[in-house]
């Protein structure tokens, strides 16, 4: 019954490969979001999709694209993997894109490793 | 501009109180939030904090804001070895957007 479902965990890969994330809510939420944590524990907002529409895309190279297939599913598709694009990748969820109060709900996140 | 800092490295001994401070910039932010990630896990809510509240207390958790200073702490009481983890600030801005911290890495010694 885990809410919000990143896969895989692990993701070690070559430089120049293309790889994908996938992430899944059941909080029945409307917004999905994708950030990226580097080696320094610096969280950083990538892109949010709300009921299937790009709102936030912050400056990411466009070898990062998000796919939502449905409001349920948000995965991130990269393409030439870069050594720099090493870290952990948190999908999360909230209940609306500009509520009040909308906490985040995290993934376990996928720690990608590129060599 | 949006910008959430916080100190990188607390220690603290079981049994003692924790303080773990936070400055933000977006005076429009309305809702404040503590997060807590433990190792190879993602971030889990902690607490929260309305912008026209001071204080607010869950078990042993308490929060103060200071909004003219744009300061927040999170206090923890009686700290135990099982809270030894990573604490992120948040504001939510206006945009829509959750600004996160840099973390503080909270460390309890027996």
């Known amino acids: 019954d885990t809410a919000v479902s990143q896969t895989p965990k692990y993701l070690v890969t070559q430089m120049g490969n293309d790889k994908s994330i996938k992430c899944e809510q059941n909080?029945?939420?409307?917004?999905m979001y994708w950030y990226k944590q580097d080696s320094k524990k610096f969280l950083k907002i990538m892109f949010s999709?709300?009921?299937?529409?790009?709102?936030i895309n912050e400056t990411v190279p466009n070898r990062f694209s998000p796919k939502s297939p449905d409001k349920a599913h948000l995965n991130l598709h990269i393409n030439s993997l870069e050594l720099g694009d090493s870290a952990v990748y948190f999908c999360?969820?909230?209940?609306?894109?500009?509520?009040?109060?909308?906490?985040?709900?995290f993934g376990n996140g996928t720690r990608l490793t590129v060599t | 501009g949006e910008d959430v800092e916080q100190s990188l490295f607390l220690s603290v001994r079981e049994g003692d109180s924790s303080v773990i401070n936070c400055t933000y910039t977006?005076?429009?932010?309305?809702?404040l939030y503590w997060y807590k990630q433990e190792p190879g896990a993602g971030l889990q809510l902690l607490t929260y904090?309305?912008?026209?509240?001071d204080m607010k207390q869950d078990q042993r958790l308490t929060v103060l804001l200071n909004k003219k200073d744009k300061h927040l702490s999170l206090r923890i009481a009686d700290t135990q070895t099982g809270d030894s983890a990573i604490y992120f600030c948040?504001?939510?801005?206006?945009?829509?957007?959750?600004?996160f911290g840099q973390g503080t890495e909270l460390s309890v010694k027996p």
């Open positions: 948040a504001e939510n801005n206006q945009g829509g957007k959750l600004i």
């Open positions: 977006d005076s429009s932010s309305t809702y």
């Open positions: 909080l029945g939420h409307d917004t």
């Open positions: 904090i309305f912008s026209n509240m």
């Open positions: 999360a969820s909230s209940e609306q894109s500009r509520g009040l109060h909308s906490p985040l709900h």
């Open positions: 999709y709300n009921n299937k529409e790009l709102i």
